[in-house]
């Protein structure tokens, strides 16, 4: 009886340490550098929780799309997101977010209202990219944690959600899901002007300036 009992016990044991290791395999910090692969734009396409108030803030978008990309100072990024709430609601805009490592802090100013987010993320299947948000209260409190997968076409393979789930499970995520849908809101943003286009405007401007005469000397 001894015996089967410590044969159990080396068993649960294996069952742990096998457990563990997966974990360790399946969730590895993805450092953030000049050379980071997370700039570009992503679509949401699924996300889990930790707290059940969190639920349904997520389930109000309808689908998400952020834009990542490097500033001028190694230690910030850019962060131009839009979100359709409803079915005719969009709403977007801009942020920074300081980096160091894994992490991210960003304050989101939306309608007004000033939010805060703790960032990290983590190493994922290709063309995805994998980031925990910790939403922080105004005495910096955790209010709960975000996992999101972005990818940059908002597809997935079957394989690579059920790699997602096994990681939200590692990271203690409640094993339920909000998917992000396709119809994205359109980017609001200012295209840059060509810099050919810019020479041209500035001396078509020039030209006028010396066929009028001021106003001051009439």
Request: negative net charge; charged residues 20%.
């Amino acid at each position: 009886m001894a015996s089967q009992l410590v044969v159990a016990l080396l068993a649960l044991a294996s069952l742990g340490a096998a457990s563990e290791l997966d974990c360790k395999d399946l969730v590895k910090p993805l450092v953030l550098d000049s050379h980071s692969p997370i700039y570009g734009k992503w679509v949401l396409h699924v996300g889990a929780w930790d707290q059940p108030g969190l639920k349904n803030d997520l389930a109000t978008v309808n689908s998400s799309w952020v834009d990542l990309s490097p500033s001028s100072d190694n230690g910030v990024m850019t962060i131009y997101w839009s979100d359709r709430l409803g079915e005719d609601r969009c709403l977007q805009g801009i942020a920074n977010a300081t980096i160091s490592g894994m992490t991210s802090h960003t304050t989101f100013i939306i309608n007004g209202h000033t939010s805060y987010h703790d960032g990290k993320y983590y190493e994922t299947c290709a063309d995805c990219l994998l980031s925990e948000d910790t939403t922080l209260l105004p005495d910096g409190k955790s209010k709960g944690r975000y996992l999101f997968l972005f990818t940059r076409t908002g597809t997935l393979e079957s394989s690579e959600l059920e790699t997602f789930k096994k990681q939200a499970e590692c990271l203690k995520f409640y094993p339920e899901y909000h998917f992000g849908g396709t119809e994205l809101c359109p980017d609001e943003r200012e295209p840059a002007t060509p810099a050919a286009e810019t020479t041209e405007n500035t001396e078509n401007t020039e030209n006028n300036q010396t066929d009028v005469e001021p106003t001051a000397a009439k």
